[in-house]
């Protein structure tokens, strides 16, 4: 039997394998890296369903954690703070919410995959950064055992065919 980290990288390879084959679309429009997300996140909870973490929830821009101690605020106060003012209307994604977790709603032990997504024209710079930082300091303080930050590759897909993209290369674990 795999163990439970080859499992969890797997549910995210696997789930982006199928958005790339599904979802092409997507990545040939460009369109807003939330609608990339809630996809992908639908990919991602078809493979938990299937493993051993069936009884898991798989949400979106999560904001609860299940506990709000003073300093984990602070945390994330700082935190939104390096991403600056955030606007109704942001298409891109800035905030400090995850944009998938894996966990069993209201058990803060069970608290099992984080994962940041970004599309690569985007990439770089203090936007990624913030990211693995947010990364970072939900496993530290929220204790989610596995993290990974994924790439949709818009711009890698431009004259290239689907099967030239290594999936593996696009979900890189924090």
Same mark, same amino acid.
């Given at each position: 039997?795999?163990?439970?980290?080859?499992?969890?990288?797997?549910?995210?390879?696997?789930?982006?394998?199928?958005?790339?084959?599904?979802?092409?679309?997507?990545?040939?429009?460009?369109?807003?890296?939330?609608?990339?997300?809630?996809?992908?996140?639908?990919?991602?909870?078809?493979?938990?369903?299937?493993?051993?973490?069936?009884?898991?929830?798989?949400?979106?821009?999560?904001? *609860?954690? %299940?506990?709000?101690?003073?300093?984990?605020? &602070? =945390? /994330?106060?700082?935190?939104?703070? @390096? +991403?600056?003012?955030?606007?109704?209307?942001?298409?891109?994604?800035?905030?400090?919410?995850?944009?998938?977790?894996?966990?069993?709603?209201?058990?803060?032990?069970?608290?099992?995959?984080?994962?940041?997504?970004?599309?690569?024209?985007? *990439?770089? %710079?203090?936007?990624?950064?913030?990211?693995? &930082? =947010? /990364?970072?300091?939900?496993?530290? @303080? +929220?204790?989610?055992?596995?993290?990974?930050?994924?790439?949709?590759?818009?711009?890698?897909?431009?004259?290239?065919?689907?099967?030239?993209?290594?999936?593996?290369?696009?979900?890189?674990?924090?």
């Amino acid at each position: 039997m795999p163990d439970e980290h080859a499992i969890i990288k797997n549910i995210v390879i696997k789930a982006m394998e199928k958005f790339i084959t599904k979802d092409m679309d997507l990545l040939h429009l460009d369109a807003n890296e939330r609608s990339m997300t809630h996809k992908f996140a639908q990919y991602v909870e078809e493979s938990v369903k299937e493993s051993s973490y069936s009884e898991y929830s798989v949400d979106c821009e999560y904001n *609860r954690t %299940g506990c709000n101690p003073d300093n984990w605020q &602070k =945390k /994330l106060e700082n935190l939104n703070s @390096e +991403l600056g003012n955030i606007s109704a209307n942001d298409d891109e994604a800035s905030t400090v919410f995850p944009d998938i977790i894996v966990h069993i709603r209201k058990d803060k032990n069970s608290n099992l995959l984080i994962i940041e997504a970004k599309k690569d024209a985007t *990439r770089g %710079g203090n936007r990624e950064n913030i990211d693995r &930082k =947010k /990364l970072k300091l939900y496993k530290e @303080e +929220l204790s989610y055992r596995y993290a990974f930050f994924i790439t949709f590759p818009v711009a890698l897909l431009r004259g290239k065919c689907i099967s030239d993209i290594n999936c593996e290369e696009l979900v890189v674990e924090i």
